[in-house]
């Protein structure tokens, strides 16, 4: 099982030189980046390339991108959100090309997986959501070379259930989708360890980050209420060899952080990996 760190940490940041040196300080060989300008300028070969060189000057490879949500960081709660199961066409079409092209510069630096979100409704999936994600994935599956997978990420939503997940990727090759099993989110939904048992036969990528199943926090794990020992026992029961991808928030900003800097918030989160990594993986 590989260990990366996404991201998503620094999202409001550039991959300068002192971000990209964190991940190796705190034992990270490689990262998930999300995929979200300027943070992440996919659509930009030269901007991201320089990223990826960067990155790999100290050691890091990029091992998965998350698509974009959004169009830019800065405006994202203004901006309309992508979505790949929206039933309006030409907005569907803008988010599947905007996936695309971050899969695409994916497949050209190596390959690897790209995680996707349904964005189905919240209280349910319509059928007509349904098909217009299915369509999404059959667009993006002929758009995107075969060297990256898609993971399809469970969502706290019943839509977003690990059941429904599990019947959407059940439709196309394993060799080219998998499930992404988000434990915050299962973590939300009731069971984190029985998440991992469902979605153990798709099962290729993981974001692990903790709660208190109310809200999705983004906590160093052992600062919410996920049974660490006990799911990461059940990661070593299913033979889960995939990238289990650390996905914190910043909370070195606002009016009273919690954390001085970064590197506190790593150091917090590589001690307490490695105490349950000797418990229970």
Request: proline fraction near 6%.
């Amino acid at each position: 099982m590989e260990l990366a760190l996404s991201t998503h940490l620094f999202v409001f940041r550039e991959i300068d030189e002192e971000i990209a040196s964190l991940p190796t300080r705190f034992g990270f060989a490689a990262v998930e980046i999300w995929a979200m300008p300027p943070h992440f300028p996919y659509n930009d070969s030269e901007a991201a390339g320089t990223i990826a060189a960067r990155l790999a000057r100290h050691g890091v490879r990029v091992s998965s991108l998350h698509a974009p949500l959004y169009p830019d960081v800065r405006s994202y709660k203004k901006d309309r959100w992508f979505s790949l199961s929206t039933g309006e066409e030409p907005h569907r079409a803008v988010s599947v090309a905007a996936t695309s092209a971050a899969g695409r510069w994916l497949a050209g630096n190596g390959g690897g997986t790209l995680v996707v979100h349904t964005h189905f409704p919240a209280e349910h999936g319509s059928p007509e959501r349904r098909t217009a994600f299915l369509h999404s994935m059959d667009e993006l599956l002929e758009a995107v070379p075969g060297n990256v997978r898609l993971a399809v990420e469970n969502t706290p939503l019943p839509s977003g259930h690990v059941s429904v997940i599990l019947d959407i990727v059940g439709r196309y090759p394993a060799e080219r989708v998998g499930v992404c099993l988000d434990l915050g989110h299962a973590n939300i939904e009731g069971d984190a360890p029985a998440a991992v048992r469902m979605a153990a036969p798709r099962l290729i990528h993981l974001h692990a980050s903790d709660n208190f199943s109310d809200r999705d926090d983004h906590l160093v794990p052992g600062r919410g209420s996920i049974p660490w020992v006990q799911t990461l026992h059940a990661l070593s029961e299913v033979g889960f060899d995939g990238t289990f991808t650390v996905e914190l928030r910043d909370y070195t900003r606002g009016d009273a952080p919690l954390y001085r800097g970064f590197e506190e918030i790593l150091s917090e989160c590589r001690g307490a990996l490695d105490r349950y990594l000797a418990q229970g993986g």
